[in-house]
């Protein structure tokens, strides 16, 4: 069963705007959530983080949301730019498992176009 | 610095063949993992090392599957009697120790099966 649910599988943004990516998750022993990036050949890329205790955590373009209540997290990137067109992958880990072990989500194609 | 590196990039073996997968992580990460995805999928939980003690192996599929890192640096992951169910990328992942969930990917091995 898919502990972490990415339920857009693309997503294709203007040049400028933002772009909101959605992530959900059903295991309420997840502490902490992270953001990769993925383009084609490569491995996934860190992006952005963040811990359980806080709701926010804001780098450059990158803002991540969490809402533990809802068991709900999102990733805005504002302004987005073309070289941000990429798949994006949402991952849980949590005390509950093996210390590190991340879950992940199936992740969001986003296109963004001049 | 450098990051985690895979070899080989491609292998491209017939049902049946066994095959060896080597990562080299970041230079001083004590937690190494392997994860492998499917097509359209997110990366899946295989194994975990701690140094050179695999600590979690609750994701390896099959007993065919089989994971070392004896000087707890570089990792090999072995696949023996290789089925078609088995292509996929594998990624490998290290970490700087066991309570850090930022994790660092190498940029995987594809393997195709015929």
């Known amino acids: 069963d898919q502990q972490v649910k990415q339920n857009s599988p693309s997503l294709s943004v203007q040049e400028g705007r933002i772009s909101i990516l959605n992530c959900d998750y059903t295991?309420?022993?997840?502490?902490?959530f992270l953001w990769y990036k993925k383009y084609p050949a490569e491995g996934p890329t860190f992006l952005i983080s963040?811990?359980?205790?806080?709701d926010k955590n804001e780098d450059g373009r990158f803002t991540v949301f969490l809402n533990k209540s809802a068991k709900h997290l999102s990733l805005h990137i504002v302004p987005s730019q073309p070289g941000d067109s990429a798949v994006y992958f949402c991952?849980?880990?949590?005390?509950?498992?093996?210390?590190?072990?991340?879950?992940f989500g199936r992740g969001t194609q986003l296109t963004v176009w001049p | 610095g450098a990051g985690v590196s895979q070899s080989p990039r491609y292998k491209v073996a017939k049902r049946g063949q066994d095959v060896a997968l080597r990562c080299d992580p970041i230079?001083?990460?004590?937690?190494l993992f392997w994860y492998q995805q499917a097509l359209g999928q997110g990366p899946e939980f295989l194994t975990y090392?701690?140094?050179?003690?695999?600590?979690?192996k609750s994701g390896l599929p099959s007993d065919r599957f089989f994971a070392e890192r004896p000087e707890g640096s570089v990792s090999t992951l072995k696949i023996q009697r290789t089925q078609q169910e088995d292509s996929a990328v594998y990624l490998c992942?290290?970490?700087?120790?066991?309570?850090?969930?930022?994790?660092?990917f190498g940029p995987g091995t594809r393997l195709t099966v015929t």
């Open positions: 992942a290290s970490s700087l120790s066991p309570s850090s969930y930022e994790q660092y």
């Open positions: 295991n309420s022993m997840f502490d902490y």
């Open positions: 963040i811990s359980s205790i806080k």
């Open positions: 991952a849980a880990g949590g005390q509950g498992s093996t210390l590190g072990r991340l879950y």
């Open positions: 230079s001083g990460h004590v937690s």
């Open positions: 090392f701690q140094n050179e003690a695999q600590l979690d």
